[in-house]
């Protein structure tokens, strides 16, 4: 059974930082691609970032370039989303997803196949 958690919620205020945990268990994990996907109230879940099984490729979505940064510890099972200058804009719930393919262009939700319950980000002051 595959079992994917997030870990790391959190209110912060803007331009602060915030790190995300997901651990997955149940597969291969050194065999999976990892994505971050966000849902604000309202809107469609969007990718906010994605990286390869091995690491080696990764990808970010425009609105977060450059304030966040994606890694993986295949020793751990483990996914990080390190967050950096956080904007009000960025509050969303935060899900973590696997599939055995990285998408080179930006991924649809439909594409992932493993999804955790979402942790919620609050930017506010």
């Known amino acids: 059974q595959v079992q994917v958690a997030e870990s790391g919620w959190g209110l912060v205020q803007p331009v602060g930082s915030l790190n995300l945990s997901c651990t997955v268990s149940?597969?291969?994990?050194?065999?999976?691609?990892m994505a971050w996907f966000r849902e604000a109230p309202g809107k469609e879940r969007e990718v906010a970032s994605q990286i390869s099984s091995r690491a080696s490729t990764t990808y970010y979505a425009n609105s977060v370039k450059g304030r966040i940064t994606i890694s993986r510890d295949n020793t751990k099972n483990i996914v990080y989303l390190q967050m950096n200058d956080l904007k009000v804009e960025d509050s969303a719930m935060y899900y973590c997803?696997?599939?055995?393919?990285?998408?080179?262009?930006?991924?649809?939700?439909?594409?992932?196949?493993?999804w955790g319950q979402g942790t919620q980000v609050t930017v506010s002051s």
């Open positions: 149940g597969l291969r994990f050194d065999r999976y691609a």
């Open positions: 997803a696997a599939d055995r393919q990285f998408r080179l262009a930006a991924p649809r939700a439909s594409d992932f196949t493993y």
